[in-house]
Every structure is written in structure tokens, then in C-alpha cells.
């Protein structure tokens, strides 16, 4: 059984920076895809940024060059750093384990919240 503690979470001002981590137990991290999805209020759940089990990452165009993602196989944990942050950046963010389709799992999401 896998699960996924994400943490990290809170309020800050724009401009501001928060780290959320995702902590994942079970044996498969090291050859799934890890993600971070986020889902504003009214809105569909949107891909973040994702990094394969080679390392490859991939960002969504609106958090190009603000956010970064990383991971810690040693750990099985995986890490979005995010700067520059703007208000439209609020939304529960939900972590993802995935080798699609053999498996997917998801966290319980940690709220961000930027305020103007």
C-alpha cells in the first residue's frame, strides 16, 4: 500500500517562496513518475510539474522558471520549491505517484495560499 504525506503548505505574501515536500512509503518511488497537481476553488485539477524516475522534468508553462521540482530517491521524497509567487498560485496542492496505467496515487493535498 503506498501513501503520500505531503507538507509544506501555508500563507505568504506574493513575491514570497514556500517548499512543499511529499514523503512517500512502499517500494515503488524509484521507478514511478512523481507530480504535483494543484486545484484552484471552481476549477479542474491542473499538472504542475512532474519528474520521471530518469529525472526528466516537465513544468506547466504558467510556473516556468518559478518553481522547481525534485526528488530524493534515498529519501522517496519528492520536492516542489516555488518562488515568485503569485496570487492565482492559491489552490490545494496534491501530490502524485504514478506509472500510468499499472498505478496512481495521490496525496491528500496541502493548501497554498498567496496573498496581494
Known amino acids: 500500500q503506498v501513501q503520500l504525506v505531503e507538507s509544506g503548505g501555508g500563507l505568504v505574501q506574493a513575491g514570497g517562496s514556500l517548499r512543499l515536500s511529499c514523503a512517500a512509503s512502499?517500494?515503488?518511488?524509484?521507478?514511478?513518475?512523481m507530480g504535483w497537481y494543484r486545484q484552484a476553488p471552481g476549477k479542474q485539477r491542473e499538472l504542475v510539474a512532474a519528474i520521471s524516475s530518469m529525472g526528466s522534468r516537465n513544468y506547466a508553462d504558467f510556473v516556468k522558471g518559478r518553481f522547481t521540482i525534485s526528488r530524493d530517491t534515498a529519501k522517496n521524497v519528492v520536492s516542489l520549491q516555488m518562488d515568485s509567487l503569485k496570487p492565482e498560485d492559491t489552490a490545494v496542492y496534491y501530490c502524485?505517484?504514478?506509472?500510468?496505467?499499472?498505478?496512481?496515487?495521490w496525496g491528500q493535498g496541502t493548501q497554498v495560499t498567496v496573498s496581494s
Open positions: 502524485n505517484l504514478n506509472r500510468r496505467p499499472s498505478w496512481d496515487y
Open positions: 512502499g517500494s515503488i518511488f524509484s521507478i514511478s513518475t
